[in-house]
């Protein structure tokens, strides 16, 4: 029985086209395991606040209508017990606020200057909890984080090995998008881009999964990759910054604002972190997710003050400022990053979101959904991608060979 000579409709691929599919192939194949455990660990590192606050009990409180106590208040009921249960001498630190369902806690330095966090009921003033390790939540995602920044390695090591497969993942998602894009739309080509055939074979749908799921994630993952890269290249976050801003990166300034030590005062103020508390109270109205006041503990260092907005977590917009332990004036400071972010230029602003872009907290829990689904879909385009490869290298072989075994 003669055979019919099939003539190929398929175009023929451009240069361009060709070496775009190659380098997507071998990056991903170079980078897979890399990209898989970085995007799996920025999923569960997206929702590491919302674990803390349900494992820790210690963290909530019940709401009243009932005023707060200021923090002098607060401070003398941490001192005295401190004073009763610990057995070394304790330095008072900062004294945090969130919101009306949350603990206010007090920051302290033991003598041998380790940290820790005091937890206390900010409308009675009782103890709940006084900690002087992470919780085994945070231990965990102290793990993830090494994982995400660093690949458990040594921090000069991992960290440029990471940013270095970021920087591959980015160039495989754009040939990605190259190879995804069809030669000619047809209605067959369109719903083979867009959607994704559950009825068929697990080989089309694992194909599916990687073109479809990559295609509609992928404005999100270069979001996430390129933010991502900023904390590891100095060049690639001032060339990020200077395409944003239209400016070079200014140098970061390393002198300290510190209070003057020659200043003195007859009339000492009495309770300094209540004025300062009632200043960010007046200011704000209250509308703040979080109140740190970081105490001088020594003779200058200022009052620190920090207000963040929204759930307390987002940083992007927040207002951090310093004043004179004897006076209460504020300290000027031209450091760049702590100006206030309503005298920002449109492209600095983006910059600021860096962070919280990259986190998904920028609008709260749907960006932090997105972050997440993203990363997620990030995680699976290595797994399924390794998976085409294998069955288009070695699938078809096997398959040859056994039919071949069966022939008469």
């Given at each position: 029985m003669l055979k019919r000579n099939k003539t190929s409709t398929k175009p023929r691929k451009s240069t361009f086209r060709k070496v775009s599919e190659w380098l997507h192939l071998w990056l991903g194949l170079f980078s897979g395991i890399i990209v898989f455990v970085v995007c799996l660990t920025g999923a569960i590192w997206v929702w590491r606040y919302e674990v803390w606050y349900f494992t820790e009990q210690y963290q909530r409180v019940t709401a009243l209508k009932t005023p707060v106590i200021k923090p002098s208040g607060l401070i003398d009921v941490a001192i005295h017990y401190l004073h009763l249960k610990e057995d070394q001498p304790v330095e008072i630190s900062s004294i945090t606020y969130g919101s009306p369902s949350k603990a206010v806690t007090v920051g302290y330095r033991l003598a041998d200057s380790k940290n820790a966090l005091l937890y206390l009921n900010p409308y009675t003033g009782s103890v709940i909890k006084n900690k002087h390790e992470g919780s085994a939540a945070e231990k965990f995602f102290i793990f993830i984080r090494a994982?995400?920044?660093?690949?458990w390695l040594p921090q000069k090591i991992g960290s440029p090995v990471v940013g270095a497969a970021c920087?591959?993942?980015?160039?495989?998602?754009?040939?990605?998008?190259i190879w995804w894009f069809p030669a000619k739309w047809t209605r067959k080509t369109r719903e083979k881009s867009f959607s994704i055939k559950w009825?068929?074979?697990?080989?089309?749908?694992?194909?599916?999964?990687?073109?479809?799921m990559g295609f509609y994630a992928l404005i999100f993952m270069l979001l996430l990759t390129i933010s991502g890269i900023v904390f590891t290249f100095d060049w690639f976050e001032h060339g990020v910054y200077k395409m944003l801003t239209w400016k070079d990166p200014v140098e970061a300034?390393?002198?300290?604002?510190?209070?003057?030590?020659?200043?003195?005062?007859?009339?000492?103020i009495l309770h300094p972190e209540d004025v300062?508390?009632?200043r960010m109270n007046s200011k704000y109205g209250g509308q703040y997710g979080k109140l740190v006041i970081n105490l001088p503990l020594k003779a200058k260092d200022p009052y620190e003050v920090i207000v963040q907005f929204g759930d307390g977590t987002i940083i992007y917009n927040n207002v951090i400022q310093y004043y004179d332990q004897q006076s209460l004036k504020q300290i000027k400071t031209d450091r760049e990053r702590l100006k206030p972010y309503?005298?920002?230029?449109?492209?600095?602003?983006?910059?600021?979101?860096?962070?919280?872009?990259?986190?998904?907290?920028?609008?709260?829990?749907?960006?932090?959904?997105?972050?997440?689904?993203?990363?997620?879909?990030?995680?699976?385009?290595?797994?399924t991608g390794f998976i085409i490869w294998y069955n288009r290298k070695w699938g078809k072989k096997k398959k040859k060979v056994s039919s071949a075994g069966t022939g008469n």
């Open positions: 994982g995400h920044r660093f690949f920087i591959i993942f980015l160039i495989t998602l754009i040939t990605g998008l009825n068929a074979n697990w080989k089309r749908v694992n194909i599916d999964l990687h073109n479809v300034k390393i002198k300290e604002p510190l209070s003057d030590t020659t200043l003195l005062s007859s009339h000492k300062l508390w009632m309503v005298q920002l230029s449109p492209g600095e602003k983006a910059f600021r979101m860096n962070f919280d872009i990259h986190t998904g907290q920028i609008l709260g829990l749907p960006s932090k959904i997105i972050a997440f689904l993203a990363c997620m879909i990030g995680a699976s385009l290595p797994v």
